[in-house]
């Protein structure tokens, strides 16, 4: 591994302005053991972090409650960022590659990943089992596929995405505007929020367009929406 936190460290901040290159099979970047926890991995926009051969990975994390903040490059041969089995948070600002096909995969536990401007995702992203949460910040273009997310939050100016979205959590616009040119599987519109059986879409200053693939089912109460052929929007 490029650099390795021990069980039992904590509390600390390690930042990544130069290159770590790996080339051996099944490496880590960044790897913490068990017990590792409260760290936090600064990647800056100088910063590149390559695993790429086979079994590689960037940013691994075995133990939940640590953060991860890139504004740089991270690489895997594998995956570019794995998640653990616990609570796992992971910033975005760069790039993050898989080159076997998924790019960010954060695994158990209810994490949180935020995507903010000048975002650049090769790959897919699933945020795995756990209530998870995935934020857009700022404004961007995200053409991966978007697996388990419970609750997806735009806060920016404008998000689109080309890829798919599946896990039928709920879309909170906050501020801006989400458009989702892939499919968007099974949604429940709720103006108040709240859940229906597939989640819901909740606009509170912003719109959301679906063009193309939506099962929406519409909940009682819902109030001051325009359909908009093919998709939706509010």
Known sequence: AGITLSNGVINN??????????TGNATFGFLTFSGA????????????????????????PADGRNVG??????????????????????????????NAGTAI??????????????????????LGAGTDTLTFQGAGTLASNVAGAETVIINGSLWTMAGNMTGGGM???QAGKFVLNGNAGAH????????????????RQGAAIFRRGIDHRLVAGEIGHQLAHPGFEG
């Not at 926890?37 to 691994?60: E, H, P």
């Not at 570019?80 to 790039?95: E, H, L």
């Open 188 to 203: 429940d519109e709720d103006p108040r929020g709240r859940h229906g059986a597939g989640g819901g879409h909740h606009h």
């Open 105 to 126: 995969d954060l695994a158990g536990g209810a994490d949180f990943l935020t995507l903010r401007t000048d975002s650049s995702i090769t790959g897919g992203i699933d």
């Open 171 to 173: 879309i909170d616009v």
């Open 13 to 22: 901040t390690i930042t990544v302005a130069g290159t770590i290159n790996l």
């Open 37 to 60: 926890t409260a760290n936090q991995f600064n990647i800056q926009s100088t910063g590149v972090v390559r695993a790429t051969r086979i079994g590689g990975y960037g940013l691994f």
């Open 69 to 98: 903040n890139n504004a740089g490059t991270i690489v895997g041969g594998n995956k570019g960022i794995i998640g653990s089995a616990g609570t796992d948070t992971v910033i975005n600002s760069g790039s993050v590659t898989g």
